[in-house]
């Protein structure tokens, strides 16, 4: 008998953090499920922790494979999953203990939608970032109506407000339309979330928010804010040209809030490099030689975008790294002594 749901958790390098993990998906108060441990060539002893799983509970399946990262790692999952419904829970992460019984009660309402989004918490217990979308079920009539003109990018808000995160692990997608729909290309070793999960999206004819958290991601030391690679900018413009030759080819619309996430992303290289400690120089430099080598900050439209946006893109466009750096530093310097509320996600000063 298939199984309602297939948990996939790709495991590399996070043995001191995989019982917590795998403990908390093995306690779940709805047990019908299967749990699907990729070990992606990780060196250190997590690949035999998820051996001792296995033997320890039928509902462990251990897939060994050489490290090829995590979106390769979700496909070998995906290739060998059963349920009806696919969750993700990264291997240093954790769930609440009544995750999975949450979920299927929604996914009881109005008859299943074929995706759930579902809110989460830090390990440090400070929110994540907001769900801005109306609790509840969507129809299609009122996914075209209420979420995919924002979905990405939401215009009405500060920039940049995503009202449906591109985490992959806060969703929850029936089997199918994650085989049709999902990310295909395993070269894409970031932004393989955003990549996989707006084309799903766009494709569900039903989505069902739920406002509880249930997941716990974990704040790594140098995770949240470390030094950029300028290879990173190659990883984005793979993002880029996926999305724009699967959702946009499908969705025209949704182009502008491909390139607004695509900006972001690189302010927030600038913000990474101000955070790690690099001057305004230091920081044009590294910024610059990943923007030169994939000319990113030129392919994009930037029309819907704010002025300030579209300033410090055209800065970039034209290679003034240095100018744009010392705008955002200045910006930045702002935004830090503005007054704080510590009970509030505070967006990032773009």
């Not at 579902?118 to 299609?140: E, H, I, M, N, W």
């Not at 999960?197 to 509880?212: I, R, T």
């Not at 080819?249 to 290289?269: H, M, T």
Request: proline share 6%.
């Amino acid at each position: 008998m298939e199984p309602f749901f297939s948990i996939v958790t790709p495991v590399y390098n996070v043995e001191k953090y995989l019982p917590a993990c795998v403990d908390s998906i093995l306690s779940q108060t709805f047990a019908d499920f299967e749990l699907l441990l990729v070990d992606d060539g990780s060196p250190d002893g997590s690949g035999a922790l998820c051996d001792q799983y296995a033997a320890q509970d039928s509902r462990v399946k251990v897939i060994h494979q050489p490290n090829q990262g995590v979106a390769a790692a979700r496909q070998a999952a995906l290739a060998a999953a059963r349920g009806q419904y696919v969750c993700f829970v990264d291997g240093d992460d954790w769930v609440m203990e009544n995750w999975l019984e949450t979920i299927r009660r929604c996914l009881g309402e109005d008859g299943g939608a074929d995706m759930l989004i579902f809110d989460f918490v830090t390990s440090d217990g400070s929110p994540g970032q907001p769900l801005l979308a109306r609790p509840g079920f969507y129809d299609k009539a009122s996914l075209e109506k209420d979420i995919y003109p924002y979905m990405i990018w939401d215009r009405r808000q500060p920039f940049f407000t995503q009202p449906v995160p591109g985490y992959q692990w806060s969703k929850v997608l029936r089997r199918e339309l994650i085989l049709a729909h999902g990310l295909q290309d395993s070269s894409i070793a970031l932004y393989e979330d955003v990549a996989a999960l707006y084309e799903c999206l766009y494709n569900a004819s039903s989505f069902y928010v739920c406002p509880e958290k249930l997941y716990v991601y974990r704040l790594r030391e140098g995770s949240a804010l470390r030094q950029y690679d300028p290879g990173e900018f190659r990883q984005l413009k793979l993002c880029r040209d996926y999305l724009m030759s699967h959702l946009v080819r499908q969705g025209p619309e949704l182009a502008s809030q491909v390139d607004a996430f695509i900006a972001s992303k690189i302010l927030r290289a600038l913000l990474q490099e101000f955070r790690y400690g690099r001057g305004v120089r230091q920081a044009a430099r590294h910024i610059g030689a990943g923007l030169n080598e994939t000319e990113l900050a030129r392919a994009l439209d930037t029309a819907a975008l704010p002025a300030y946006i579209r300033l410090f893109v055209a800065l970039l466009r034209h290679r003034a790294y240095t100018p744009a750096a010392l705008i955002y530093r200045a910006r930045l310097w702002v935004f830090d002594r503005a007054p704080k509320n510590n009970n509030e996600r505070r967006p990032c000063p773009f």
